[in-house]
């Protein structure tokens, strides 16, 4: 006992770690490191509540709910990471998540573009295609293209096609629902529904968003990374499957197919 103390004193005196475990015995230099190992282990793979002083996520550059938030910083380590909460969940919590939620998209009801109120169970017995939008986003034309092409190929089969406008992925949906609606639907003749304007991440995100998110988390758990991104709801309300904002709508089409005929 008195050599352990006198080899914690040497520590603080500046020796390094190392140093006081191979002073040890071998046997208790082994145990030392496996459970300095293994209690590492357990800190990243459990939720854990930061401190009053730890630093910022380092995948966002600002807050959730700016319209500034840059995701995918580059500078990332697993000692990092260790001091956050568990936001990047493995597929298999996802798929319990979404066991274990009772709700179905039927209990939301939204604004649409001009503000007024729509319960989404008229959307009932429907295969749903539920998008965050934007206007001035490198991949706006494809997506509005696309979009508008399989809701107008699949809309008397049962598909809608449900679109979110959202300002927080660099300041690319800056216009009002007015300018949004005539963009849409001017450029590119977009029929399908359009809602009010909405926040998909941070303190604010609109309810039903918070329900798609914790039905399906993605990489980054339940952050949205950027415009785009994609949720699809079966004909029971439930959340089947989400992709990237760098998945087509083209590359769904194999899998609307597959719930519009179940």
Same mark, same amino acid.
Request: hydrophobic share 35%; glycine share 4%.
């Given at each position: 006992?008195?050599h352990n103390l006198s080899s914690i004193f040497q520590?603080? %005196? ?5 140093t006081l475990f191979t002073s040890q015995s071998p %046997? ?13 282990? =357990?800190?990243?793979? =459990? ?10 996520? !380092? ?13 995918? =910083? ?15 969940? !493995?597929?298999?919590?996802?798929? =319990? ?12 009801? $939204? ?10 169970? %008229? ?76 926040? $998909? ?28 991104? %994609? ?32």
């Amino acid at each position: 006992m008195r050599h352990n103390l006198s080899s914690i004193f040497q520590l603080k %005196k500046g020796s390094n770690l190392r140093t006081l475990f191979t002073s040890q015995s071998p %046997k208790m230099s082994s145990m030392a490191f496996s459970t300095t190992f293994f209690t590492s282990l =357990h800190d990243f793979t =459990h939720t854990r509540t930061n401190p009053p002083n730890s630093p910022s996520f !380092p995948f966002i550059k600002s807050s959730l709910a700016s319209s500034n938030s840059t995701f995918f =910083h580059p500078t990332l380590s697993l000692q990092t990471l260790s001091t956050f909460p568990r936001f990047i969940k !493995p597929r298999s919590f996802s798929v =319990h998540a979404r066991a274990a939620t009772e709700k179905t998209i039927y209990d939301f009801t $939204v604004k649409d573009i001009d503000r007024k109120d729509v319960p989404l169970n %008229k959307f009932k017995g429907k295969v749903l295609l539920i998008v965050n939008v934007a206007s001035r986003c490198g991949l706006t034309s494809s997506n509005y293209s696309e979009l508008s092409r399989l809701y107008e190929k699949y809309k008397n089969q049962g598909l809608e096609v449900l679109a979110f406008p959202c300002n927080q992925f660099g300041m690319q949906e800056p216009g009002s629902n007015e300018e949004i609606k005539q963009f849409a639907c001017t450029r590119y003749k977009a029929e399908f529904p359009i809602f009010d304007k909405v926040d $998909v991440n941070g303190p604010f995100t609109a309810p039903v968003y918070q329900f798609l998110k914790s039905s399906a988390g993605g990489f980054l758990g339940d952050l949205i990374k950027w415009n785009f991104e %994609k949720f699809l709801v079966d004909k029971n309300g439930k959340v089947i499957e989400r992709y990237p904002p760098t998945t087509s709508p083209f590359q769904i089409e194999k899998d609307i197919q597959r719930l519009l005929a179940a």
